[in-house]
């Protein structure tokens, strides 16, 4: 798959200005083919997962791909409805809502994933066996990675935990509730297939009881690669190795079940670059800093994760590589490379910061009174402005002004 060129970026960033973020669409239909492909000889669905990026016109490719939503707030199930989704589309997995957010879901018709026992017993008391709903299970399997991202293990607030079955049939079956699925989601980072299976296996079991399933729904936890070297989870693998494993599961479930998943930064991650401007370069007398017109504000991955962004300088690619300390310009830490070796950077050359497609407009915010860049789609070779540059207006706009204060 042929990446974004620095000539088709610069352009991008001469027009729109910087910082900016920039998409490249046939980037996330070559990976959703990609994971889709990788299963063979299963009726696999995908649902992406949209908390990744939910710009409209992203969701509106996807959609045409054929995919559904995997959504995790009342909020993103309407932005999903906006960009034209069916609600029988969206699947809406909340954690720690209220029973009246659940509710507005039900009214809106899109499908329920439920991960508490409390809930499930409000959910069967309000509605019997007249709305189906699908049930989030915890295999308690690591899955790796730094512990934000890992939401299996024990202590985890995700899910229902697989050891606490008895108790959720018990509540089935006393409300009649029409459990159409089951669904794990083990963590954001899978880094084999056998952990991948081993938790399938523990789902595999859980199912046997439940008879009128409709589909089994094993999250996400694709991983891709941030840097060379990086192990990215095998998908050709991990798909024919879990396509077996379904079939076989199928067969003594006695029915052919639907098989979902749910990727947000497998999809769109690597389409995405967010190109900043070099403000300035600082020396200590221990490092070089290049200080630019962005940070923890537009990419907080750095800083939350220890996630690790390749940096290049695509004003210079051909220049003499030195080590540089990539910093923002926000009142924190705000580190967003540490020790890179980078082509010659100047004042005023553009850097590309690479996966800024997933989690990072999404996860951005206006710390500092900073404003949002502007994000750009690059598809059949147009550019495309697909949100403006927030100006101060918008982050004042609620604010209320008391007279005589
Ligand atoms: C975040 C999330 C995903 C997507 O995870 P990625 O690592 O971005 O693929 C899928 N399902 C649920 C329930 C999630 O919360």
């Excluded at 879990?242 to 991650?269: N, R």
């Amino acid at each position: 798959m042929k990446d974004l060129t620095p000539t088709q970026l610069l352009k991008a960033s001469k027009e729109f200005g910087s910082p900016i973020y920039v998409y490249h669409g046939e980037r996330i239909e070559f990976q959703y083919h990609r994971l889709k492909n990788a299963f063979n000889g299963v009726n696999v669905h995908l649902h992406y997962a949209m908390k990744a990026l939910n710009n409209v016109n992203i969701l509106r490719i996807i959609k045409k791909l054929g995919s559904g939503l995997d959504a995790v707030s009342i909020e993103e199930v309407h932005l999903g409805l906006r960009a034209g989704f069916e609600a029988n589309q969206i699947m809406y997995t909340p954690n720690c809502v209220s029973f009246e957010e659940i509710k507005e879901a039900v009214a809106l018709g899109v499908i329920i994933n439920i991960d508490n026992i409390s809930i499930l017993d409000q959910f069967g008391h309000e509605y019997g066996n007249t709305v189906p709903c699908c049930i989030r299970l915890n295999p308690h399997i690591m899955a790796g990675g730094h512990s934000n991202i890992s939401v299996g293990h024990i202590d985890s607030k995700f899910g229902i935990s697989i050891h606490q079955m008895r108790h959720v049939q018990r509540v089935v079956e006393t409300h009649k509730i029409h459990v159409n699925g089951l669904h794990m989601h083990t963590g954001s980072d899978i880094l084999d297939a056998e952990v991948f299976l081993r938790g399938a296996e523990l789902l595999f079991e859980a199912a046997m009881p439940f008879k009128d399933l409709e589909f089994m729904d094993f999250g996400s936890g694709f991983k891709v690669g941030y840097k060379t070297g990086d192990i990215v989870t095998d998908i050709e693998e991990i798909g024919a190795k879990i396509s077996v494993a379904f079939t076989d599961f199928c067969k003594a479930y006695g029915k052919d079940l639907a098989l979902w998943f749910e990727p947000g930064k497998f999809i769109v991650s690597e389409s995405g670059s967010l190109l900043v401007t070099a403000n300035v370069i600082k020396t200590t007398t221990s490092t070089v800093f290049v200080g630019v017109n962005s940070g923890q504000n537009h990419l907080i991955r750095p800083m939350f994760y220890d996630a690790y962004h390749h940096i290049e300088n695509i004003s210079n690619p051909s220049g003499t590589p030195r080590l540089y300390s990539v910093v923002g310009y926000i009142c924190e830490t705000d580190t967003l490379g540490y020790d890179r070796q980078i082509p010659e950077v100047r004042e005023g050359d553009i850097l590309r910061i690479k996966n800024a497609g997933a989690y990072a407009f999404s996860m951005s915010n206006n710390y500092n009174a900073r404003l949002r860049p502007a994000e750009v789609l690059c598809y059949k070779g147009e550019l495309h402005l697909i949100r403006k540059a927030e100006t101060l207006e918008d982050i004042i706009k609620n604010e209320i002004e008391v007279i005589g204060l």
